[in-house]
C-alpha cells in the first residue's frame, strides 16, 4: 500500500544522514511500460476494504490495548517511551505500528476522553502505508489521522498534516493537541498571520498543522534560498562550520510524511492552478496597456467580433474581430504592434467583461477584487489571476489597479506533492477520481465501511422549467420542511444566489442565517446553530467541508437534517460533499435537489434554443421530460469533469517541461 520505495527503513522518512537534512523524492521520469505497470497495480490496490482483511491487525490492537488499559499514567509513559525507541530503531514494522495505535488509543481516551472505532483503526491503518483512505463524512477523520501522525512522529519522522483553511488548522491542532502532548509530542499549527520567524519555529513541531497553499509556498521559499547548490554533503558541511548556515533559515525539515484532510480538495480541485511566488514590479505602463484593452473590447460586439464559449470559459476573436483591432493597433502604435500580444490582452478584456461575474467567481471588498474558490465558497484573499485578467477586473470593477508582479518561483500541487517520500491522505469523496490520484500521486483510495449503518436517504431530484419557478419551489419546500421543525440547510452555487434566496425567504417571513464568503469569519458559529430544531441555513459550498454540524434536541426524532441543493455542482464529488452534511454517524437525514435548465451548469453546456425545447419538454410535467433532463444535466457534469482533468494534466505536462527546460538551464523552479 505504501507509495514510498519499497524499503520500510526509516533512514527513508526521516532527516539525517542518509538522505540528508532536507529529505525529498527525487523526481524521476518513467517509460511507457512502467507507466503501464503502475496503472495495473492502481487497480488491484484501490477498492473496498472489508473489515475481514483487518480481523487480526484489529485483533492485534485490542490485545495490546487491553494490557495498556491495566496500567496507570506513569507506567504508560515508560511504555511510550519503550515503543518510541523500538520505532527509531526499527522503523515502521507493522507489529509495532499495532502497539502504537492501541497507545494512541488509550491515551486519546484518557486525555479527551475519545476511544478509536474499528473502522478509524483501519483508516489510520491505510494512511500510515502511505494510502487515501475513503471514509464517509462524520466518521471522525480529524481523530483518525491522529493514529498515523503520532506512529510516524513516535519513529521520528516530522509530519505535516495538511488541510484546507486557517480555521481547520487551528482547531484541529487545538481538539488533538493533548493526545500528542500526553505522548511527549510537540503539536504546532501554522497559519497565514504568522510572521516568517514563528512559521519556522512551528515547522519543528514533531506535527505540524498547516494549509496546503501555505505549506507549498513556504517550501518555495526554501527552494529560492537552497537555490542549485544544495547537495547533502554540503548542507551538512554548512551546518557544522557555519553560523548562518542555510539549514537554519529553512521553513521546513524536509518532505518526509503528509497528512492530507479533504485530499480531493487539495490534489484534484486545488491542482488546477500552479502556484507562484512573485514580487512587485513597475505597473505604470501595464497599467495604461489594460485600460487601453478594456477601451478596445468595450467597442467589440458579441458573436460578431468575438464568441463566447462558456463550456471552455474561453473568449475567441473572429476574423471580423481581428481585422478591427489591427486596424486599431496601427493607430496606437507601441505594444500594439504586436498582433499576438494585443489579441491576447483583448481577449482578457473580453473575459474579464462577459465570463467572470461578480459574486460567483469574485467579491469586490474595501476596494480589492477577492477571488471566490468555486469548490468551497470561500475567499481566495491572496490569489490573483494571471496575464492582466486580475487587472481588468479591477479596472472593470472601478477598484485600484494592483501593480504587475514579477514570477519568482512557480510550481503546481501535482509536482510539489509527489516530492514527499511518504504521502497519505483521507476524504469522504474520492472514488470519481480514483484513477487519478494514482496515477498522479501514487495514492491508492481505500474505502473503508461506516461505524453504523447509514440511515441518510434521498427524496430524489425535481427539474422546474425556468429558475423562477425552481426558486419558487426551493422557498415552498423549504417552508414545508420547516413547518415539521427540521434544521434545513440549503446549498447555493454562488454568493449572489445565497443572497437572492435570502431575500426571497424574508419575504415570506422565514427566519434563517447565510453563509457565505462575507460571513467566513462567522463560519464556526454559524455551523454550530445549523443543526438545532427549526433552524434554516442558506449557505454556498463552503458549509460542505471540514465542519460537522451537531444535531440539537430532539432533531433526531423529527429526522435529522434535511438537505437541500438548489444546483448541480461540476463534479459529482461535490454534490456528494453537501449531502454528507447530514446522516452522519447513524443519524438520520435527508437530501433534495431543486434544480432547472436555467442552472449554470446547463446554461453553459448547452445552446440556448436546446435549453428552451428542455423547459417546454419540462413544463408539461411529465417523467420523460424529467429523465431526459436529469440526464442531460449529468451528462453536462460528466464533459465538465473531463474538462478540468483535462487542464489538470496538461498543466502538469507543462510544469514537468518548464521543470526540465530549468533544470538544462542551470535554474531551479
Not at 69 to 76: F, I, P, Q, R, V
Not at 389 to 408: D, P, S, W
Not at 429 to 452: C, F, G
Not at 459 to 483: C, F, M, P, Q, T
Request: proline share 2%.
Amino acid at each position: 500500500m505504501s507509495n514510498s520505495h519499497s524499503s520500510h527503513s526509516l533512514s527513508l522518512l526521516r532527516p539525517g544522514f542518509a538522505c540528508g537534512s532536507y529529505p525529498e523524492r527525487p523526481q524521476t521520469s518513467a517509460g511507457w511500460l512502467q507507466k503501464t505497470a503502475h496503472s495495473l497495480t492502481g487497480i488491484m490496490k484501490t477498492g473496498d476494504i472489508p473489515r475481514l482483511r483487518f480481523r487480526r491487525t484489529i485483533a492485534a490492537i485490542h490485545h495490546h490495548g487491553q494490557l495498556f488499559e491495566k496500567l496507570n499514567d506513569a507506567e504508560l509513559a515508560v511504555k511510550c517511551q519503550d515503543i518510541r525507541l523500538q520505532l527509531h530503531k526499527q522503523g515502521l514494522a507493522d507489529d509495532l505500528i499495532e502497539q502504537a495505535f492501541a497507545l494512541v488509543r488509550e491515551t486519546a481516551g484518557r486525555t479527551i476522553d475519545m476511544r478509536h472505532f474499528d473502522t478509524q483503526l483501519m483508516g489510520g491503518w491505510i494512511m500510515v502505508h502511505g494510502g487515501l483512505a475513503e471514509m464517509e463524512t462524520g466518521e471522525g477523520k480529524t481523530f483518525t489521522a491522529v493514529l498515523a501522525a503520532a506512529c510516524a512522529a513516535l519513529a521520528g519522522i516530522p509530519v505535516h498534516i495538511v488541510t484546507v483553511n486557517d480555521y481547520l488548522v487551528t482547531r484541529d491542532a487545538q481538539l488533538m493537541g493533548p493526545i500528542y502532548r500526553a505522548l511527549g509530542l510537540s503539536v504546532g499549527a501554522v497559519t497565514s498571520d504568522m510572521d516568517a520567524a514563528m512559521r519556522r519555529d512551528t515547522y519543528r513541531s514533531d506535527i505540524t498543522y498547516c494549509t496546503n497553499k501555505q505549506l507549498a509556498f513556504d517550501y518555495l521559499r526554501d527552494r529560492i534560498l537552497l537555490g542549485n547548490d544544495h547537495g547533502r554533503l554540503r548542507l551538512q558541511l554548512e551546518q557544522l562550520h557555519d553560523d548562518n548556515a542555510r539549514t537554519e533559515r529553512l521553513f521546513l525539515r524536509g518532505l518526509c510524511f503528509a497528512i492530507i484532510d479533504e485530499a480531493d480538495s487539495v490534489l484534484i480541485d486545488e491542482a488546477r492552478t500552479p502556484l507562484i511566488i512573485s514580487r512587485q514590479g513597475d505597473s505604470s505602463e501595464e497599467t495604461q496597456n489594460y485600460l487601453q484593452a478594456m477601451e478596445i473590447a468595450g467597442k467589440l460586439e458579441n458573436e460578431i467580433d468575438f464568441t463566447l464559449n462558456q463550456t471552455e470559459h474561453q473568449v475567441k476573436l473572429s476574423e471580423k474581430g481581428s481585422a478591427r483591432l489591427a486596424d486599431t493597433a496601427k493607430l496606437m502604435g507601441g505594444i500594439w504592434n504586436g498582433i499576438r500580444y494585443g489579441e491576447e490582452l483583448v481577449c482578457q478584456a473580453l473575459s474579464a467583461q462577459y465570463l467572470y461575474q461578480r459574486d460567483r467567481h469574485y467579491l469586490v471588498h474595501n476596494n480589492k477584487v477577492l477571488i471566490i474558490d468555486e469548490n468551497t465558497g470561500r475567499v481566495m484573499a491572496d490569489r490573483s489571476w494571471e496575464r492582466g485578467l486580475h487587472q481588468m477586473i479591477e479596472i472593470k470593477e472601478n477598484c485600484e489597479v494592483t501593480g504587475r508582479k514579477e514570477h519568482m518561483a512557480r510550481l503546481t500541487y501535482q509536482r510539489f506533492f509527489r516530492r514527499y517520500l511518504r504521502l497519505a491522505g483521507m476524504t469522504g469523496t474520492a472514488r470519481e477520481v480514483r484513477r487519478e490520484l494514482w496515477s498522479i500521486y501514487h495514492l491508492p483510495v481505500l474505502k473503508v465501511a461506516t461505524n453504523r449503518p447509514n440511515l441518510r436517504k434521498s427524496e430524489g431530484r425535481r427539474i422546474y422549467s425556468d429558475s423562477r419557478e425552481k426558486w419558487v419551489a426551493v422557498v415552498e419546500h423549504i417552508r414545508k420542511v420547516h413547518l415539521r421543525g427540521r434544521p434545513l440547510l440549503v446549498g447555493t452555487r454562488s454568493v449572489a444566489d445565497s443572497e437572492y434566496l435570502s431575500t426571497l425567504l424574508d419575504e415570506c417571513g422565514l427566519s434563517h442565517q447565510v453563509l457565505n464568503a462575507r460571513q467566513d469569519e462567522q463560519e464556526a458559529e454559524i455551523v454550530a446553530r445549523a443543526g438545532e430544531k427549526g433552524c434554516i441555513t442558506v449557505a454556498t459550498n463552503m458549509a460542505g467541508r471540514g465542519t460537522d454540524i451537531p444535531l440539537g434536541p430532539g432533531v433526531v426524532e423529527i429526522g435529522g437534517l434535511y438537505i437541500i441543493a438548489t444546483e448541480r455542482n461540476e463534479a459529482r464529488r461535490i454534490d456528494r460533499q453537501l449531502y454528507g452534511r447530514c446522516g452522519r454517524q447513524g443519524d438520520p437525514g435527508s437530501y433534495k435537489s431543486i434544480l432547472s435548465p436555467d442552472d449554470e451548469l446547463l446554461r453553459n453546456y448547452l445552446a440556448e434554443p436546446i435549453r428552451r425545447f428542455l423547459a417546454r419538454l419540462i413544463s408539461k410535467d411529465s417523467i420523460v421530460a424529467q429523465r431526459i433532463s436529469l440526464l442531460t444535466m449529468r451528462i453536462a457534469q460528466s464533459g465538465r469533469e473531463r474538462r478540468y482533468l483535462r487542464m489538470r494534466r496538461d498543466l502538469l505536462q507543462m510544469d514537468e517541461q518548464l521543470g526540465k527546460l530549468l533544470a538544462f538551464s542551470g535554474r531551479m523552479e
